[in-house]
């Protein structure tokens, strides 16, 4: 067993409740932060949610299992009290460089010594951040994918700087928590998941947006045409769109202009995805 056990989640978004949820349904005691009474309101109903999908869909999750989860669960938007104890701090908030190292510095001074940090970026390196941290040797990526009840990968990446005994506690940890984890051996932006799904949902959003085929046909032709059980904008739902416009707004020219089509077509009429109740498809 790890002497990882006590973990704050700092971004109780779609992913971070998935992440605290699934920790505290293995045994874990988690704060859960986030920025407003409003976005720790979202999390509490995505955590009954996730009872219900975890009662439906996952073995052996009886009523029973998902209320000692809950019970484990500590939602608070106190930043500094919400790391003052912890093992392990994983963050999940935007995918915006500065306001990542912004927070860093800021647990970086109230997290006791012991901590490790963990973020959870879909595309940047962690050396992009580990100055921010203040403990460059205790600093690495871990990184979901969504639905993790399911989906259950782990990507662990350190820096150069990391301490290989942290690296191997995370790669515990992870295991622990019914991951399996994906060692890479070097830093990649994406890691393996995103190097290969990022230029794939790219490619689907520049058909739709320069109008050569709705999303709809778009995902016709991938299902049919490989066997694939979804297509790239149903993907795009259930991640939720406003991660991809964050990581597009970020990108080059094309990019940049990807990720106005996408706001001004579906994020500013509220479509942000499957947890909105409509992204590029309606959900009842």
Known sequence: MSEIR???VLGAGVLGSQIAFQSAYKGFDITSYDISNEALDGARERFAGLGETYKRDVAGATEEAVREARERLT????????VANA???VEAVPEILSLKQEIYGKIGAAAPSKT??????STL???DLKESTGRPDRFLALHFANQVWQFNTAEIMGTPD???AVFAAVVEFATEIGMVPIELHKEKAGYVLNSLLVPFLSSAAQLAAGGYADPEAVDKTWKIATGAP???FQIYDIIGLSTPYNIMANGDDEQQKLAVWLKENYIDKGKLGLASGEGFYRYS
Request: net charge negative; hydrophobic share 40%.
């Open 125 to 127: 390196l962690p050396s």
């Open 75 to 82: 939602l608070t938007m106190d930043l500094e009290d919400s």
């Open 230 to 232: 979804i297509g790239p």
């Open 87 to 89: 093992d392990l701090v």
């Open 116 to 121: 490790v940090f963990a973020t959870n970026s």
């Open 6 to 8: 006590k973990v704050t």
């Open 162 to 164: 990391t301490d290989p």
